[in-house]
């Protein structure tokens, strides 16, 4: 697609926009099907896709990814357990185009998270989108914006937020059980492999790579910067600390009732890895909130760390601990608390237990559906849902307010209000990137 067929392509759906929120989707009935469409099907939208077309009450119309190669296949997924394949497209804005369509599952590379998301709730449809929020915190900023200007449920796919077990995490810290919280600490490490060296080439054939950059800079295509392995170039992601981190981080936010902090410093490196990645592989980020130090750790090179397993993710079990390399610490005045990510429970220890003995055993379950059945449930009661994106968009922030201190090599001031950071130009030029025309985010949304 060429760039005047983008702009005539935006023209005709902005000007839909007005139209469309003619139509609310508020008169939705207690039995009527909610028809969705979603974009980005080569990673987590392969599990997205046929979880929500499995559902009685909802009807999966369209899948739109820029690799048509991955077609068939998904249309299969869906049609294995619903009865009916979806409309494959590699345009997205057919599905914002389509006055049947009620929402928007947007499970694109990070890039890609912002704009679709903005421009579906100009045209009256929620939006489910996978974390991290945004490529940057200002575009992050506008997905908050638009969500509030034209009453948009949308939900961040940080689904420990729906867990029981978290829910009650939170309420145990709360009530005072742990004493004062002032210090907080976020593991992320596992093995990770080498992404190796690749050089520039045509793309493949099927894959329409202008829509793929969208907003990032023209680059090659190359296979590194590609499927997956994207996460690791800053063009397009921001490192294992919003790929799988932000899991974490919104956790131990979530659970210890933080917002934003005061201040950031960040240090590490590609300290294993020799290949095409940017993004560093041993990172260490230190949070300063009022009172509370909050760290965030991460190695991608230690084949003794493990996320929770997912044998035991459903079942009355809980990890071992210090190997559970995707685990929450909280440390309080009067108890500790482990804390696992997707259904790894929770256990605290008070100054009297024995080693091996804790004062409250909490099991979990991974909550993926229950994320998706909160979601559709307040597409119909217009309720806030569980991961709510100025929820989303806070706990994402941090992770980015960690990499820019880590780019930078230094120290950084935050200032809460603007999300900025205090006397820094240099810093504030990582918090926005003007976008590649046609696809760069408009400044009022």
């Known amino acids: 697609m060429n760039r005047r067929e983008f702009l005539s392509k935006t023209t ?253 410093y960040s240090t590490g490196g590609m300290q294993f890895f020799d290949d095409d990645q940017e993004t560093p592989d041993t990172h260490v980020v230190n949070w300063d909130f009022d009172k509370v130090t909050m760290v965030f750790e991460q190695v991608l090179w230690a084949p003794y760390m493990k996320k929770t397993p997912m044998e035991i993710r459903d079942k009355d079990i809980l990890p071992t601990w210090p190997f559970s390399g995707t685990r929450v610490e909280i440390y309080g005045t009067k108890e500790f608390m482990y804390f696992g990510r997707h259904g790894g429970g929770w256990q605290t220890f008070a100054p009297d237990n024995d080693y091996g003995h804790s004062s409250q055993i909490v099991h979990g379950n991974f909550p993926q559906k229950e994320h998706i059945a909160n979601f559709l449930d307040c597409i119909r009661s217009r309720n806030t849902p569980n991961a709510d994106i100025a929820e989303g968009q806070l706990s994402t922030s941090l992770c980015h307010y960690g990499n820019a201190s880590y780019r930078l090599g230094r120290k950084l001031f935050i200032d809460a209000a603007t999300e900025t950071f205090v006397n820094d130009d240099e810093a504030n030029a990582l918090i926005k990137r003007e976008g590649r025309e046609p696809f760069r985010m408009p400044d009022t949304v």
């Open 12 to 264: 005709k759906t902005a000007m839909a926009v007005g139209v469309a929120n003619t139509f609310s989707i508020n008169v939705l009935g207690a039995n009527e099907k909610i028809v969705v469409g979603i974009m980005g099907v080569r990673g987590r939208g392969s599990y997205l896709a046929p979880t929500f077309a499995e559902r009685d009450d909802v009807i999966l119309k369209y899948i739109a990814d820029p690799d048509s190669r991955l077609f068939p296949s998904r249309a299969k997924s869906v049609e294995d357990v619903c009865g009916k394949a979806p409309e494959c497209v590699q345009d997205y804005r057919r599905i914002l185009d389509d006055p049947e369509v009620n929402a928007l599952i947007n499970s694109t590379p990070n890039h890609w998270h912002a704009l679709p998301t903005v421009q579906a709730c100009q045209a009256g449809k929620d939006v489910y989108v996978e974390k991290p929020t945004c490529h940057n915190i200002w575009e992050g900023r506008k997905m908050v914006e638009a969500a509030r200007k034209y009453n948009r449920v949308v939900q961040v796919g940080t689904q420990t937020r729906s867990g029981e077990y978290a829910k009650a995490a939170r309420d145990y810290v709360a009530s005072g059980a742990l004493g004062d919280i002032h210090f907080v600490r976020v593991l992320n490490s596992k093995v990770r492999g080498t992404i190796g060296k690749e050089v520039d080439k045509d793309p493949p054939e099927g894959v329409d790579y202008e829509m793929w950059l969208g907003p990032a800079p023209k680059r090659p295509f190359n296979e590194n910067r590609f499927h997956y392995a994207w996460n690791w170039f800053w063009d397009y992601g921001a490192g294992d600390i919003t790929n799988d981190g932000c899991h974490q981080v919104d956790m131990a936010r979530y659970i210890a009732g933080l917002t934003c902090p005061k201040s950031v």
